[in-house]
């Protein structure tokens, strides 16, 4: 894309991939410079974002976290990674970090385990649209020209005679932007908890939380007042207990008497 105010039609874009495509067809990698993370930090929520363990969140604003990335995916598109059949866009907002990482010029040179393209999207300041061309690398496909005029125009780059040009969306306000982003994250795979297991059996440390006696501290526990009784009986698809509300009634001889409250759960 070549404009300094790319950053509308990427969200548009943006929203575009992740409600048509399913995060497990789909993913994104975000590469942004670091003045630019309140912009793009709402990216964190879509499960697009995340890899498929949900332990690697797939968006850098430094250095290190973008080198980190680009390590990972070009083990993955040599064939030393863990492949599939997903679909890798890498959102690239940094010009000085495509220069340097190994992963752009790994999608760029192709080959047949890089199923991955890339979205150039700088913020080069006020220069004009034939200047921001030369900063696009010489493989690029396609280019959006924000500036064109009479209107914005996109083209092929091997027919730069047949520009076609086109209206842009309205600009999706960052708070609109936030709470899509948000409202993704909580979508799940049909059947996904499936694979959890319900524990046979949860000791008594476990119900504690504690993994010692020592930890159980039960003097300090008997002696402070206490208005519930949770104890935890199976965990959600986020791995968090579950907790019954249970009440205290009075105190008694025989110990706490417990009436549970119909109906109502602590998460």
Same mark, same amino acid.
């Given at each position: 894309?070549?404009? +300094?105010?790319?950053?509308?039609?990427?969200?548009?874009?943006i929203? +575009?991939?992740?409600?048509s495509?399913f995060y497990t067809?789909v993913?994104?990698?975000?590469?942004?410079? &670091?003045d630019?993370?309140?912009?793009?930090?709402?990216?964190?929520?879509?499960?697009?974002i995340?890899?498929?363990?949900?332990?690697?969140?797939?968006?850098?604003?430094?250095?290190?976290?973008a080198?980190?990335?680009?390590?990972?995916?070009?083990?993955?598109?040599?064939g030393?990674?863990?492949?599939?059949?997903?679909?890798?866009v890498?959102?690239?907002?940094?010009?000085?970090? +495509?220069?340097?990482?190994?992963?752009?010029?790994?999608?760029?040179?192709g080959?047949?385990?890089v199923?991955?393209?890339?979205?150039f999207?700088?913020?080069?300041?006020n220069?004009?649209?034939d &200047?921001?061309?030369?900063?696009l690398?010489?493989?690029c496909?396609?280019?959006?020209?924000?500036?064109?005029?009479?209107?914005?125009?996109?083209?092929?780059?091997?027919q730069?005679?047949?520009?076609?040009?086109f209206?842009?969306?309205? &600009?999706i306000?960052?708070d +609109?932007?936030?709470?899509?982003?948000?409202?993704?994250s909580?979508?799940e795979?049909?059947?996904g908890?499936?694979?959890?297991?319900?524990?046979?059996?949860?000791?008594?440390l476990q119900?504690m939380?504690?993994?010692?006696?020592?930890?159980?501290d039960?003097?300090?526990?008997?002696?402070? &007042?206490?208005?519930?009784?949770?104890?935890?009986?199976?965990?959600?698809g986020?791995r968090?207990?579950?907790?019954?509300?249970?009440?205290?009634?009075?105190?008694?001889?025989s110990?706490?008497?417990?009436?549970?409250?119909p109906?109502?759960?602590?998460c």
């Amino acid at each position: 894309m070549t404009t +300094a105010g790319s950053s509308p039609l990427l969200k548009n874009l943006i929203v +575009a991939m992740t409600y048509s495509h399913f995060y497990t067809e789909v993913k994104l990698v975000g590469i942004f410079d &670091e003045d630019e993370k309140e912009l793009w930090q709402a990216l964190r929520w879509l499960p697009h974002i995340w890899d498929a363990e949900e332990q690697t969140r797939y968006l850098a604003f430094d250095e290190k976290s973008a080198n980190s990335l680009s390590d990972l995916f070009h083990d993955l598109f040599r064939g030393e990674g863990k492949s599939d059949s997903t679909y890798y866009v890498f959102l690239m907002g940094s010009y000085r970090m +495509a220069e340097r990482l190994k992963v752009v010029s790994d999608i760029l040179n192709g080959g047949p385990g890089v199923n991955a393209s890339i979205l150039f999207a700088y913020d080069l300041g006020n220069i004009s649209a034939d &200047e921001q061309l030369a900063y696009l690398p010489q493989q690029c496909q396609f280019v959006v020209n924000l500036d064109f005029p009479p209107e914005p125009c996109c083209y092929d780059v091997t027919q730069t005679e047949k520009k076609a040009l086109f209206t842009p969306d309205p &600009e999706i306000k960052a708070d +609109a932007f936030d709470r899509y982003c948000r409202t993704l994250s909580a979508v799940e795979v049909s059947g996904g908890a499936a694979h959890l297991e319900i524990p046979s059996a949860i000791t008594f440390l476990q119900g504690m939380n504690v993994n010692t006696v020592e930890e159980l501290d039960a003097w300090d526990r008997w002696t402070q &007042e206490r208005k519930n009784m949770s104890t935890p009986h199976r965990c959600d698809g986020g791995r968090q207990a579950l907790l019954p509300r249970c009440r205290q009634r009075r105190p008694a001889r025989s110990g706490w008497p417990v009436r549970p409250a119909p109906a109502r759960v602590n998460c």
